[in-house]
């Protein structure tokens, strides 16, 4: 259980840390990485590995 509050603590520091660099507030830093950026890498590495499963069966047919 002390593990998961060490984690808490440091990302929530990280971000308030984020926030006060690019003079935002913590909300905004939140709103970017948990609903813009969070969702575009899970989709990003989606269609890599979409692209992936497809270039890999391509080579197996060849050989």
């Known amino acids: 259980m002390e ?3 060490h984690i808490y603590v440091y990302c929530t520091d990280f971000i308030i840390n984020l926030a006060n660099i ?4 913590y909300y905004e830093v939140n709103f970017f990485i948990f609903l813009l950026l969070y969702p575009f890498l899970l989709l ?4 890599i590995f979409l692209i992936q499963k497809r270039r890999l069966q391509g080579l197996k047919r060849k050989s």
């Open 3 to 5: 593990i998961i509050n």
């Open 44 to 47: 990003a590495s989606i269609g």
């Open 22 to 25: 690019f003079n935002l507030s």
